[in-house]
């Protein structure tokens, strides 16, 4: 297999981005040994999604797998930010569908997105526990977002470079959430956003049609 594309395949393993259809420097890193606890946080999750995911599968084990991601992503936060509330990173003007829904179909959109990224980390994070994933300290966002900087590397391919994952930490009540992931600098929730809106502002589909291929996605095999 071509470099090229085992690292296509390796972005698209590690975070499942599709609905349809850049190396840290030293100034992001927090100092070494510096207190990190949106890092601690990601680091000590992970490692229950992995602990749980070498497991013989069976409902139990799925059912704890969502269990533990429930207190690790802020899916409420996720979903209003894949419907433009507020712009996804990168999107200077963007129009905030969200708050055109109402709130039943807010609820709605809220829970079939949610089973999708269950549904994907859950698939995904299977494929890529033949990875070291070496964190690399953390910086600073906008408000009181952190970013949370990872390299995964692929134990059995030691000439393939690694791949950059971050997670952007955002405290709620108290406590630290997942709320947008970053592959090489591309994130998931730029990635729904984009695929949103098509279909918004496509006359033919809408809203209706988003739901359905949530439904199916997330259904899928």
Not at 42 to 58: F, M
Not at 190 to 214: I, T
Request: some cysteine; charged content about 25%; hydrophobic content about 35%.
């Amino acid at each position: 297999m071509k470099k090229g594309m085992w690292r296509v395949l390796v972005l698209a393993a590690l975070t499942g981005t599709a609905v349809l259809a850049s190396s840290a420097t030293p100034a992001e890193a927090n100092a070494q040994g510096a207190p990190n606890p949106a890092q601690d946080f990601v680091e000590k999750e992970h490692n229950k999604l992995e602990g749980l995911l070498k497991q013989p599968a069976s409902v139990n084990r799925d059912t704890q797998v969502n269990t533990t991601l429930d207190g690790m992503v802020d899916y409420d936060e996720l979903t209003r930010r894949a419907f433009g509330k507020p712009c996804p990173p990168g999107v200077s003007e963007c129009k905030n569908w969200w708050e055109t829904f109402s709130a039943d179909d807010q609820k709605e959109l809220t829970t079939l997105l949610k089973r999708l990224v269950e549904k994907n980390y859950r698939k995904n994070l299977q494929k890529t526990l033949n990875y070291d994933v070496t964190y690399r300290g953390s910086r600073a966002v906008s408000g009181n977002e952190t970013r949370v900087i990872t390299e995964a590397k692929a134990k059995d391919k030691p000439r393939e470079p690694p791949v950059r994952v971050d997670y952007v930490v955002l405290p709620n009540n108290g406590k630290q959430f997942v709320v947008d992931i970053y592959t090489e600098n591309s994130s998931l929730t730029k990635n729904y956003y984009q695929d949103f809106n098509k279909m918004m502002l496509n006359p033919s589909q809408g809203l209706a049609h988003v739901k359905k291929r949530l439904i199916e996605k997330g259904t899928a095999p």
